[in-house]
Nanobody, 129 residues
Framework: QVQLVESGGGSVQAGGSLRLSCATSGYITNRLCMAWFRQPPGQEREGVAT????????SYADSVQGRFTISTNNRNNTVYLRMNSLKPEDTAMYYCAAADAALGTCHLRIIKTGAFNYWGQGTQVTVSS
């Protein structure tokens, strides 16, 4: 079992920045693929970024490439999402998720949303214009 708790959401004006944190606990292994998803109001959940535990390999959705950065602090088992140059269309509930994934599959273009069986409760991000 893996437990995930997000924090760091809030309201910000367009062009601003936020950093989301995902505190992890439980059975943390190098097989874990960590991801941030988001769900705008009335829309489907979409993958934003992925990173494998104890790895620097990342992937990003086209809509956030160059603006968002996913990273991990392996000493305290925390996953971060640094969000810069925020836009109103980034407004959404943001979720941290974890999946037991084979090597080479921790990438948004490979791994399916259904593979993620551990989810946090979400943190709201609101960007005003």
């Amino acid at each position: 079992q893996v437990q995930l708790v997000e924090s760091g959401g809030g309201s910000v004006q367009a062009g601003g920045s936020l950093r989301l944190s995902c505190a992890t606990s439980g059975y943390i292994t190098n097989r874990l693929c960590m991801a941030w998803f988001r769900q705008p109001p009335g829309q489907e959940r979409e993958g934003v970024a992925t990173i494998r535990i104890n790895s620097v390999t990342t992937s990003y959705a086209d809509s956030v490439q160059g603006r968002f950065t996913i990273s991990t602090n392996n000493r305290n088992n925390t996953v971060y999402l640094r969000m810069n140059s925020l836009k109103p269309e980034d407004t959404a509930m943001y979720y941290c998720a974890a999946a037991d994934a084979a090597l080479g599959t921790c990438h948004l273009r490979i791994i399916k949303t259904g593979a993620f069986n551990y989810w946090g409760q979400g943190t709201q991000v609101t960007v005003s214009s």
